[in-house]
């Protein structure tokens, strides 16, 4: 666990390991909508044996100050204020669902710092139904906090219990912080621009995301010159969560290609 100041702004990160190892590529994770560090522990755990992950909470989320944003730009700025702080240069940025949508944001704009993107269940453009947004505004509202819906963004064989630990993990965001984290998706739209991002860049989808689907990865291996594309068989939005042996070993192929 750690904390750094950012603009004025308490930012919490978590790090199993320590960030001075010699060995290994440091990996830079961004959560999605509503989340928090806490969904990638497990993966984190698994990959820490031979790279140097860090998770960051974005503002308004777990252990950090603010109250979230309507924009990407904005998270993107603590995501690389971060690395800032922690004097990280030549990074792999890896952003799920929103967080996908941070680290185009990133390569778009500061791509001389960044080693390599991993795009993990996101999209270049990230258009949610309006229907989402309506009942995360009422939600706001009212302060009443839907029940977890495994037929939303799991795959068929994925147990009830790894849905009530996703909505257990999330419990803490604010509904107000989800809300505005919907329309930050809603507004983001980089489909034009992926082609100019010749970083190597890892995509990875389950193949039973109905949230961001197949489709918007097969965009980003058609359309970015240096982009490779990895399906998770038996997993929804979440496969490093529904699929956690399968998703870790395809990261793990992926950054020990890298070079060192």
Known sequence: MGFAEIDGLTIHYEAPRGLAAPVGQRVLYVHGTGCNTKVWTS???SLAEAHIPVAIDLPGHGQSGGGGFRGMADYTHYVMGLADALDWDQFVL???SMGGGVALTAALYDPERLKALMLIDTGARLHVAPAIIQAARRAAQSGQRNAPDRTVGYAASTPQ???QAVYDMTADTRLEVTYKDWICDDMFDALARVKDIDLPTLA???DE???TP???????R???PNCELQIIPQAGHWPFLEQPETFTGVVEDFLDRLPS
């Open 43 to 45: 993966h984190m755990t």
């Open 94 to 96: 890896a952003g799920h």
């Open 161 to 163: 219990s790894v849905a």
């Open 204 to 206: 990875v989808c389950g």
């Open 209 to 211: 995301d109905n949230l």
């Open 214 to 220: 197949l489709r918007n990865h097969k965009f980003f």
């Open 222 to 224: 058609d359309q970015m």
